[in-house]
């Protein structure tokens, strides 16, 4: 079974500039997560879809991060513009229902530099 | 709301020794709790769960027992490899959902 997909892996932008990540999901998983992992600390939610429906933004800074995941599959995260402080591994997971006993599936994440 | 609270590393044992990484957390209720594993260079995985109190997650050699006394889930493993170096990851789901909360990570280094 594949595991949950990521790209790209590395990305360094200037502050000010746009960038676009992918994740595309485990088959047949209807619960999308998108985390963003500062250095040191422990990844914190930034969206949470079910299918193609968001269920959870409230951490998302929607000012200048937005997320669509058309079709209930794959999901792209934009940032626009960068600040320095988004500097940061952003990881996609998965899981089959949205349950708070379910396993979270991860991929391997897209760090981002930003100058 | 639910937090979980984990040890600061980096831990640095020779390889065979015994490990702890202490988890304690703040819970309404019993959640699942969960202890996940970042290899370097990799997403996270993973390692055990429990979904109810007094269980115990065990996964290749690592173990950690749900316990609602001391709202701990420290993670044991009795003889570690240089293979287990990674940083270790506590998580709960934040009240009620399946939203995880991680705890801050602690780095394990396993030295030959």
């Known amino acids: 079974e594949a595991g949950v997909a990521q790209s790209p892996r590395y990305k360094i932008i200037e502050k000010r500039q746009s960038v676009a990540f992918w994740c595309n999901p485990i088959?047949?998983?209807?619960?999308l997560y998108w985390y963003q992992q500062i250095l040191g600390q422990g990844p914190k939610l930034l969206i949470q879809?079910?299918?193609?429906?968001?269920?959870?933004d409230s951490q998302l800074p929607k000012d200048r991060f937005s997320a669509e995941r058309l079709k209930g599959v794959d999901s792209t995260l934009k940032i626009q513009p960068a600040k320095l402080e988004d500097s940061a591994v952003y990881l996609c997971?998965?899981?089959?229902?949205?349950?708070?006993?379910?396993?979270?599936?991860f991929g391997p994440g897209t760090r981002l530099t930003v100058l | 709301g639910n937090s979980v609270t984990q040890m600061e590393g980096p831990v640095t044992l020779s390889e065979e020794a015994f490990l702890t990484i202490n988890c304690t957390y703040t819970?309404?209720?019993?959640?699942?709790l969960f202890w996940y594993v970042q290899y370097p260079g990799e997403g996270l995985q993973l390692l055990l769960k429990?979904?109810?109190?007094?269980d115990k997650g065990s996964n290749k050699g690592f173990e950690a027992t749900y316990r609602k006394e001391t709202t701990s889930f420290h993670l044991e493993k009795g003889s570690v490899q240089v293979s287990d170096s990674a940083v270790y990851f506590c998580?709960?789901?934040?009240?009620?959902?399946?939203?995880?909360?991680f705890g801050t990570g602690t780095r394990l280094q396993v030295f030959p």
């Open positions: 088959s047949g998983h209807a619960t």
């Open positions: 429990a979904t109810k109190a007094d």
């Open positions: 998580a709960l789901p934040r009240d009620n959902t399946d939203k995880l909360i």
């Open positions: 879809f079910q299918n193609n429906g968001v269920v959870d």
């Open positions: 997971a998965s899981s089959g229902g949205g349950w708070a006993t379910d396993t979270q599936y």
């Open positions: 819970a309404t209720g019993y959640p699942s």
